[in-house]
C-alpha cells in the first residue's frame, strides 16, 4: 500500500482504492499555475516531473543521469515553480524524505545546484497498468461492464482533453 492511503474513504466507503491518471498537461490549465503551489500540488507536481524511463540532462556541462521516477531539479528551478522560497522548498522535500515519500541527493560534485530527487513508491503512483484499471467515480465490489466500454473511454479521455485546454 502506498504511504498514507487509507483502504476506506472519509465515510467508510471505498472510494480511496484504485488510482486515477493525470496528463501531464494539467500543469498548463491556469488553476494549476496560480501561485503560490499548495504542499499537495507541489507532490503531485513533482510525480509529474519525474522521468518515467531513465533518460540524461545536461547542467553546466555536466551530463546527470535521471532514472524512472526521479526528478533533475535545483531548489531554485523548484523556488520558481511553486512561488516558494528555496529555504521552503528545502524544507518541503527535507519533510518528505522524512516521511520516506522521497530521497533526494545533490551528489554530482560539478553541479552542486541540481540535485536528483528520487520519488520512493513510483510505480505504486504511476504503475503502468492499462486504461481500463482508471477509477472514473466510487467503486463497488461488483462493478459492471458495459458492452461499449471502449467507445465510453474514449469519451471521457477527450472530455478531459477539452476540459484542461479551455479558458475559464
Known amino acids: 500500500m502506498v504511504r498514507g492511503c487509507s483502504t476506506l474513504g472519509l465515510f467508510g466507503d471505498s472510494m480511496h482504492r484504485g488510482w486515477i491518471k493525470l496528463w501531464r498537461c494539467i500543469t498548463d490549465n491556469d488553476f494549476w499555475q496560480q501561485k503560490p503551489y499548495s504542499p499537495g500540488q507541489a507532490w503531485v507536481d513533482l510525480m509529474m516531473m519525474a522521468n518515467h524511463k531513465e533518460g ?9 543521469t535521471v532514472k524512472r521516477g526521479q526528478v533533475g531539479a535545483s ?13 521552503k522548498v528545502r524544507r518541503f522535500l527535507n519533510t518528505l524524505k522524512k516521511s ?6 545533490t551528489d554530482h560534485p560539478k553541479s552542486t545546484a541540481t540535485q536528483v530527487i ?5 510505480d505504486q503512483y504511476q504503475g503502468d497498468g492499462p486504461a481500463d484499471e482508471l477509477q472514473t467515480g466510487p467503486q463497488t465490489d461488483h462493478q459492471q461492464y458495459q458492452n461499449n466500454k471502449e467507445k465510453n473511454e474514449k469519451k ?9 485546454h479551455r479558458d475559464w
Do not use: C, M, P
Not at 118 to 122: A, E, G, K, M, P
Not at 156 to 164: G, L, P, Q, R, V
Open 56 to 64: 540524461t540532462i545536461r547542467k553546466g556541462g555536466v551530463v546527470i
Open 75 to 87: 531548489e531554485r528551478y523548484l523556488a520558481e515553480r511553486w512561488g516558494w522560497s528555496r529555504g
Open 100 to 105: 520516506q515519500q522521497v530521497d533526494h541527493q
Open 118 to 122: 528520487t520519488i520512493l513508491n513510483y
Open 156 to 164: 471521457k479521455i477527450e472530455d478531459a482533453k477539452n476540459f484542461f
